[in-house]
């Protein structure tokens, strides 16, 4: 049996506590991050090009341009491992991220105030939320001395900052579901992000390849 979220996030901090993430999981990480702020900007790209009510789309435009800022800052921070095995981990967990989120059902056409578009707002707060790495790390690490902690901080900073608006949306958007469809979607959406966020602790302090084994176990 695989180990729960909860104990990979113990056996991280754990690891952590050794000293800050080394270039693999560095790489492991940013590359990570950057999968997930691929989908926001693919899906968030398209809203640009749409009518929106105000509120939403002045969130959504700030967040968009937010999302790439941040992921050009975090490549620059990140120290890049040179196993190639890492990269392939890389790409094999992007895979299944897109999988299991389903990712691919917010890009085509256009959105609608529907379940479709809560379905999305729902997975963003999920990502936001969820991926959180910074309580990982020992609290007396000196992170603005770390460019690579400093630009995680500023990430998981900004995400604070925008959760209360999605928090806000995804309670006062009439999107034609009852408040239980709404709640489901929600807690379903931050279900699949954990089990995503569980199989990327795996791979922290292992060897290329080992954590992905363990979970397939």
């Keep these: 049996m695989s180990p729960s979220f909860e104990e990979q996030q113990r056996r991280v901090k754990r690891h952590f506590r050794n000293g800050t993430p080394d270039a693999n999981d560095q790489t492991r990480i940013a590359l990570y991050l950057q999968a997930v702020k691929g989908i926001n900007v693919a899906v968030l ?28 800052l975090l490549g620059r921070a990140t120290q890049w491992s040179s196993q190639s095995l890492i990269y392939m981990e890389a790409a094999t967990l992007s895979m299944d991220l897109w999988s299991r989120t389903e990712a691919a059902r917010y890009l085509p056409g256009f959105f609608e105030v529907d379940e479709r578009f809560y379905s999305y707002l729902a997975l963003s707060h999920a990502f936001m939320s969820v991926l959180r790495f910074m ?24 995400n604070g900052r925008q959760i209360q608006t999605q928090i806000r949306m ?30 990327l602790l795996a791979t922290l302090g292992q060897p290329p390849g080992k954590g992905l084994e363990e979970e397939s176990d």
């Design 45 to 72: 790209a398209k809203l640009e090009w749409q009518p929106v009510d105000w509120l939403p789309y002045r969130f959504l435009h700030g967040q968009y341009y937010r999302e790439l800022e941040l992921t050009t």
């Design 135 to 158: 309580p990982l790390v020992p609290p007396a690490v000196d992170v603005e001395a770390d460019p690579f902690l400093s630009a995680l901080k500023a990430i998981e900073d900004e």
């Design 170 to 199: 995804l309670k006062d958007l009439d999107a034609g579901l009852s408040r239980q469809e709404r709640e489901r979607l929600v807690e379903t959406q931050r279900e699949r992000v954990e089990a995503c966020f569980a199989q």
